[in-house]
């Protein structure tokens, strides 16, 4: 069965850094998008950063240049550092694996997400 | 970024009832919208994608229809376990995008 199951959760104070990783099995790691998607809690859905499977990475706005998104394939573990973290950066964090379909034209969905580990930044 | 906006942000049914979710994009997105569902403390799950794909293993009472910008989800005959909060996403234009989530709750 595939299961992702992030861990990192934690309080940090403003400023400070964190990393979250996302352990992956029951499928080829290394063949899927990944992403990072954060929630908070009572909130919506806000989509944070990709890791494609060729090692590229994408990021939201508001991540660029604080967050890095990172893999090893041969660990099957995703990874997001957050530096500079802010009091809004305060969310549940999912680790989401992306599927497509080659009969819709390649419509792209999530299809696995993990349980979401809690980051929470206040002084 | 692509706006969706999703009405109602809640509404209250009862079991069997029929209820529909509209999502409405603020351009056109094609048929790249999904559908999710996520209970008090749990992750999403995928119910339909590219607009009206029932994800394996969902139940047949969930449907999807639209284009361009108006999309809807459909529950027909509502269960005790379809309570929940539903999200639509947009997969057409970088970065993907969500609605604000429709609270479906017991009346």
């Known amino acids: 069965d595939v299961q992702l199951v992030e861990s990192g959760r934690g309080l940090v104070q403003p400023g400070g850094s964190l990393r979250l990783s996302c352990e992956a099995s029951?499928?080829?790691?290394?063949?899927?998008?990944m992403h990072w998607v954060r929630q908070v809690p009572g909130k919506g859905l806000v989509w944070v950063s990709r890791?494609?499977?060729?090692?590229?990475?994408t990021y939201a706005d508001f991540a660029k240049g604080r967050f890095t998104v990172s893999r090893d394939n041969a660990k099957n573990t995703l990874y997001l550092q957050m530096n500079s973290l802010r009091a809004e950066d305060t969310a549940v964090y999912y680790c989401?694996?992306?599927?497509?379909?080659?009969?819709?034209?390649?419509?792209?969905?999530?299809?696995?997400w993990g349980p979401g580990t809690l980051v929470a930044v206040s002084s | 970024d692509i706006r969706l906006t999703q009405s109602p942000s809640s509404l209250s049914a009862s079991v069997g009832d029929r209820v529909t979710i509209s999502c409405r994009a603020s351009?056109?997105?094609?048929?790249?919208l999904n559908w999710y569902q996520q209970k008090p403390g749990k992750a999403p799950q995928v119910l339909i994608y590219?607009?009206?794909t029932l994800q394996g293993g969902v139940p047949s009472r969930f449907s999807g229809t639209g284009s361009a910008t108006e999309f809807t989800l459909t529950i027909t005959s509502l269960q005790p376990e379809d309570f929940a909060t539903y999200f639509c996403?947009?997969?057409?234009?970088?970065?993907?995008?969500f609605g604000q989530g429709t609270r479906v709750e017991i009346e």
């Open positions: 989401v694996r992306e599927q497509y379909d080659k009969s819709t034209n390649y419509a792209q969905f999530y299809d696995f």
């Open positions: 029951g499928f080829i790691f290394r063949a899927y998008w």
């Open positions: 890791s494609d499977s060729d090692g590229k990475t």
């Open positions: 351009q056109t997105i094609n048929n790249y």
């Open positions: 590219a607009t009206d």
């Open positions: 996403q947009q997969t057409y234009t970088p970065p993907t995008t």
